[in-house]
């Protein structure tokens, strides 16, 4: 606070919170569980509960659980039984763990994880890193966030992670959002499992359109695969294995226009490179779109594992599935990038932001447009927007360019 009694006021009011004191105790109780693996039998104490300490900008509900490792217990097993640590994961665990791998796009890098030392004399000291900055290539960030009980307020929540990052983001010139944007629709649930996200592990693949055997587009999709083997196993795409994979498939698909699919995949030390042809798709005429929230979207990458993707189609028959961010912005789908033409014909698609693919059709028309003198944005697109929308063109390889519209509403409301 700005002076002493708000401090004061600050301090009182935490420690009279009964939501804040249940969520403490339950992150109590799972450390406990957690040290209990690993611990001697009535060695597990709570020298302090839930007293206040301050920290920069906020005040904490802090206890102490201490126990006695038992004699057979090495560091490892350790760390294994108590990371990821019940304050940041939530209870029960690994069900935590699976709805928080669901609904975060993206690893959350040294956040949450530990920093600290292991050494011979002084033994194992770690924390667990929140509220960090952390640094790569120019780019600067900063993970916060708060416990959810069953009455939890959504704002409250997120005026609780704004208010702890707050502090720190001055010290760097940076300012939190103060209000958060009204999500449209809930994230997507087609059943009471969380829906995996797609595991690196099973690769990525590209689809390209083979013409009387030719590949009219090879640069375009070898360029966004190496991209993506660089950024997810560090490693060079062998391009040559790739391109002599990709042209045996396009010769033996024959005269006319076939589809060509090449997967890379990690085995050991090694990439594993595939690729078979099929028929070509037909392009739909007509294609509705169904809106689903996926907060993050898919990313930038083309996942082999499509389990995500299959679940979402599964839940809307006859429509294909349009994914859109926590934040309402209109992201892709499935099979292809959107584009969104106004009534003064400008058109508009989602920028390359991290969220979605960089679609080889799409930069093509965007250079073809912009060529013409056409008006063409980059830009976040509201899913409002696609109502009032004079078209909505979608583009792929394979299928080229398909014109679209949005299945009328309700979709699945906002819970909260």
């Given at each position: 606070g700005p002076d002493e009694v708000a401090d004061h006021e600050a301090r009182q009011e935490l420690l009279g919170s009964e939501k804040d004191r249940a969520e403490h105790v339950m992150i109590v109780d799972l450390v406990?569980?957690?040290?209990?693996?690993?611990?001697?039998?009535?060695?597990?104490?709570?020298p302090a509960l839930a007293q206040t300490r301050e920290a920069p900008g906020v005040w904490h509900l802090v206890s102490d659980v201490d126990g006695e490792l038992r004699d057979d217990v090495d560091d490892a097993e350790l760390l294994r039984a108590t990371f990821p640590p019940g304050s940041v994961a939530g209870a029960p665990k690994v069900a935590a763990m699976r709805v928080v791998h669901e609904l975060e796009s993206t690893g959350r890098e040294a956040y949450t994880g530990a920093i600290g030392l292991v050494s011979p004399l002084a033994g194992l000291d770690l924390n667990v890193a929140i509220r960090t900055f952390e640094e790569?290539?120019?780019a600067l960030w900063l993970g916060a966030g708060g416990g959810i009980v069953a009455d939890s307020s959504g704002e409250d929540e997120a005026r609780e992670a704004s208010d702890k990052a707050s502090p720190l983001l001055a010290v760097v010139g940076a300012v939190p959002p103060r209000e958060t944007?009204?999500?449209?629709?809930?994230?997507?649930?087609?059943?009471?499992?969380?829906?995996?996200?797609?595991?690196?592990?099973?690769?990525?693949?590209?689809?390209?359109l083979a013409r009387d055997g030719g590949l009219p587009q090879l640069d375009s999709h070898l360029g966004r695969l190496a991209a993506s083997v660089a950024a997810l196993w560090?490693?060079?795409l062998p391009a040559g294995e790739v391109i002599a994979a990709v042209r045996m498939a396009a010769h033996h698909a024959g005269a006319g226009d076939h589809r060509v699919r090449v997967d890379v995949r990690p085995d050991g030390g090694r990439l594993v490179i595939r690729a078979i042809h099929g028929p070509l798709p037909a392009p739909e005429s007509d294609v509705l779109l169904r809106p689903v929230v996926v907060p993050?979207?898919?990313?930038?990458?083309?996942?082999?594992?499509?389990?995500?993707?299959?679940?979402?189609?599964?839940?809307?028959?006859?429509?294909?599935?349009?994914?859109?961010?926590?934040?309402?912005?209109?992201?892709e789908t499935a099979r292809a990038n959107i584009v969104v033409v106004s009534s003064d014909d400008v058109r508009t698609t989602p920028p390359l932001d991290g969220r979605i693919l960089?679609?080889?059709?799409?930069?093509?028309?965007?250079?073809?447009?912009?060529?013409?003198?056409?008006?063409?944005?980059e830009r976040a697109i509201h899913l409002d927007e696609l109502a009032g929308?004079?078209?909505?063109?979608?583009?792929?390889?394979?299928?080229?360019?398909e014109r679209a519209r949005l299945a009328p509403g309700p979709w699945p409301a906002d819970p909260a």
């Open positions: 406990r569980n957690d040290l209990g693996r690993v611990c001697r039998a009535g060695t597990i104490t709570v790569r290539d120019g944007a009204r999500v449209p629709l809930a994230p997507a649930r087609p059943g009471p499992v969380p829906l995996p996200r797609p595991d690196p592990e099973a690769g990525v693949f590209e689809t390209l560090g490693r060079p993050g979207g898919m990313g930038p990458h083309k996942w082999a594992d499509r389990r995500m993707w299959d679940a979402l189609a599964a839940a809307s028959p006859g429509a294909l599935p349009l994914l859109v961010d926590l934040d309402g912005s209109v992201l960089p679609g080889t059709t799409r930069a093509q028309l965007l250079a073809r447009w912009r060529a013409e003198g056409r008006r063409v944005e929308a004079a078209g909505i063109l979608l583009t792929g390889a394979l299928r080229g360019v």
